[in-house]
């Protein structure tokens, strides 16, 4: 919004409320991100194994967005932490092409 805003001040920016698509996720897969003192993490998904794993490690609930271009190694982060069995894709979030996997179905799937 920044961005558009000093490129085209002359444009009048609303915002409207609604469901983000990582709380749409959240209820698609009948998880809570977090509760009591758990921590989150949002962040764009990296070509970084070492960040991606610190951000696993350091938070109790991360949640990784942009992830189709660096999904092989999001992969192997997962792999090596064990956490396979524990990982979802939401894409497209509360639209009608909304796609839900576990991260091991994804093998042979292209993301947009």
């Known amino acids: 919004m920044k961005l558009m805003k000093s490129r085209h001040p002359e444009v009048n920016i609303q915002t409207v409320p609604g469901i983000s698509s ?3 996720a959240a209820s698609r897969l009948g998880i809570a991100l977090a509760e009591g003192d758990d921590h989150v993490a949002i962040v764009p998904a990296r070509d ?3 960040e991606m794993k610190r951000v696993i490690i350091e938070n ?3 949640i990784f967005i942009k992830v189709a271009k660096v999904m092989d190694l999001m992969r192997d ?4 932490l064990k956490l396979v069995v524990k990982t979802s894709i939401v894409a ?3 639209s009608d092409e909304e796609s839900v996997w576990v991260i091991h179905e994804l093998d042979r799937v292209e993301l947009e």
């Open 77 to 80: 982060v997962l792999r090596e």
């Open 48 to 50: 970084d194994f070492a």
């Open 60 to 62: 109790d609930c991360v």
């Open 22 to 24: 990582i709380n749409g």
């Open 92 to 94: 497209k979030v509360t």
